[in-house]
């Protein structure tokens, strides 16, 4: 069964002040790694799919990385509109649909 | 905007009862996902339909059901309500039925069982 465990589970940042995010997976065949976004009371949004280790994905001030044990959203100089519930998921074997972890609440505070 | 459309956005009953969630997939998708989502177990697939046909199964209990129409708009119908089934309902779409595809996720449908 495909495991995803995020930590931490809530995240308080200042400003400016820089972190990761983590997501360890236990997959077989694993065919993607996703990131989304969520906001209270929304649906999550895309953010990156990293397919293979080694592989980097950047946008504004998140990076994504990829092991193969783990992959790491890098969050550089947060902003409080940085502020979210960031969800990493997995898609392996056959099907297309994700699998979940938990999230890590983030908060950027000004 | 996800172009994915939920109806409605929230939905109140009481115990015992049947509703129906309602899913518009993005233009062109063919494959339509229904995610549960509750404070205590994260987001939980329960079951993908493509072009019309059941695709995965997760974990969908017996009480909850689900179609897809020639249009490809999808129907989510819960019923005989427990105080436990109160949670965020999502549907998403994608184009494909497998492959690494990104998701879209509609806004959810909050429902709270009285």
């Known amino acids: 069964e495909d495991q995803v465990t995020q930590s931490p589970e809530a995240l308080r940042l200042q400003e400016g002040e820089s972190s990761s995010l983590n997501c360890s997976y236990t997959?077989?065949?694993?065919?993607?790694l996703f990131w989304y976004r969520q906001d209270p009371g929304k649906g999550p949004e895309f953010l990156f799919t990293l397919y293979s280790a080694g592989e980097e994905k950047e946008k504004e001030r998140l990076k994504a990385t990829l092991t193969k044990k783990e992959s790491f959203l890098h969050i550089t100089a947060p902003k409080p509109e940085d502020s979210a519930t960031y969800l990493c998921?997995?898609?392996?074997?056959?099907?297309?649909?994700?699998?979940f972890g938990e999230g890590t609440q983030l908060t950027v505070n000004p | 905007d996800s172009g994915v459309t939920q109806t409605p956005k929230h939905l109140i009953t009481a115990t015992g009862q049947r509703v129906t969630l309602r899913c518009s997939p993005r233009?062109?998708?063919?494959?339509v996902y229904w995610y549960q989502q509750s404070l205590d177990q994260g987001l939980q697939f329960l079951i993908q339909y493509y072009n019309g046909e059941e695709r995965a199964k997760g974990n969908i209990l017996e009480r909850f059901s689900a179609q897809q129409f020639p249009d490809l708009h999808s129907e989510l119908n819960l019923s005989s309500l427990e105080l436990g089934d109160s949670a965020l309902y999502f549907c998403?779409?994608?184009?494909?039925?497998?492959?690494?595809?990104?998701?879209?996720f509609g806004s959810g449908t909050q429902l709270s069982v009285l």
């Open positions: 998403a779409s994608s184009v494909a039925p497998q492959g690494s595809e990104k998701l879209f």
């Open positions: 233009s062109g998708d063919l494959s």
């Open positions: 998921a997995v898609q392996a074997g056959s099907g297309s649909r994700l699998t």
């Open positions: 997959v077989s065949g694993l065919r993607g």
